[in-house]
Nanobody
Framework: QVQLVESGGGLVQSGGSLRLSCTAS????????FGWYRQAPGNQRELVAT???????NYAASVKGRFAISRGNAKNTVHLQMDSLKPEDTAVYYC?????????????WGQGTQVTVSS
């Protein structure tokens, strides 16, 4: 069982920056994909960005060029640097890790952290 703990959310003015972090309990030795997702009130949860164990990156079109996802050296952490924030970025941000181990694939979610961008 893996637990994810997020940190770094908060309130920021439009144009500002925030950095989110997520740490997975225990080591993550198998191939895995770390990701950030977000959910605004009344909306479905959507992908923000992902990074694989191999370092492959993927971003939603709405955040490309403004957000940067990265994995820590310990491989069990992931960060999301968010710059040029807009009010429409306001949402609860969730960390997720998908771990591939042999024939099994397991998904784990964090509890979410609120990001609010004021205009």
């Amino acid at each position: 069982q893996v637990q994810l703990v997020e940190s770094g959310g908060g309130l920021v003015q439009s144009g500002g920056s925030l950095r989110l972090s997520c740490t997975a309990s225990g080591s993550v030795n198998s191939y895995s994909i770390f990701g950030w997702y977000r959910q605004a009130p009344g909306n479905q949860r959507e992908l923000v960005a992902t990074v694989t164990s191999d370092g492959d990156l993927n971003y939603a079109a709405s955040v490309k060029g403004r957000f940067a996802i990265s994995r820590g050296n310990a491989k069990n952490t992931v960060h999301l640097q968010m710059d040029s924030l807009k009010p429409e970025d306001t949402a609860v941000y969730y960390c997720k890790i998908r771990i591939y181990s042999g024939a099994s694939v397991d998904n784990y979610w964090g509890q979410g952290t609120q990001v609010t961008v004021s205009s």
